[in-house]
Nanobody, 136 residues
Framework: QLQLVESGGGLVQPGESLRLSCAVF????????IGWFRQAPGKEREGVSC????????YYANSVKGRFTISRDNAKNTVYLQMNSLKPEDTAVYYC?????????????????????????????WGKGTLVTVSS
């Protein structure tokens, strides 16, 4: 059965770290890119990070560059999001989602390198989310 299952969310203080996991069932990471999205209360869902299927290229939103790291373990069919130096504005429900082959929603508007904004409508499958709360 095809499923994406997020875990690892919780309550942390500002400056602390969390590692989210996205366990993927029913499809393989060598054919599907996996993106992380988040949605804060009252806000639209936004792209956070993505890892492509073919060469494992990674992309990040500007708001998390330098603090978050996406990685994958093909043997475990799991994608991780290591989140360091967490801020209250990182509070949200975090979702992982899958799309075929490459990460869509990647732009390079300023010439400073690719930025992941995500494309909600390009994603084929979604997990149910895990809540991350950053508060003192």
């Amino acid at each position: 059965q095809l499923q994406l299952v997020e875990s690892g969310g919780g309550l942390v203080q500002p400056g602390e770290s969390l590692r989210l996991s996205c366990a993927v069932f029913g499809l393989t990471l060598d054919t599907y890119a996996i993106g992380w999205f988040r949605q804060a209360p009252g806000k639209e869902r936004e792209g956070v990070s993505c890892i492509s299927s073919s060469d494992g290229s990674t992309y990040y939103a500007n708001s998390v560059k330098g603090r978050f790291t996406i990685s994958r373990d093909n043997a475990k069919n799991t994608v991780y999001l290591q989140m360091n130096s967490l801020k209250p504005e990182d509070t949200a429900v975090y979702y992982c989602a899958a799309e075929q082959l490459t990460c869509s929603g990647v732009y390079d508007d300023s010439g400073d390198g690719p930025v992941f904004r995500g494309n909600y409508y390009a994603m084929d499958y979604w997990g149910k989310g895990t809540l991350v709360t950053v508060s003192s």
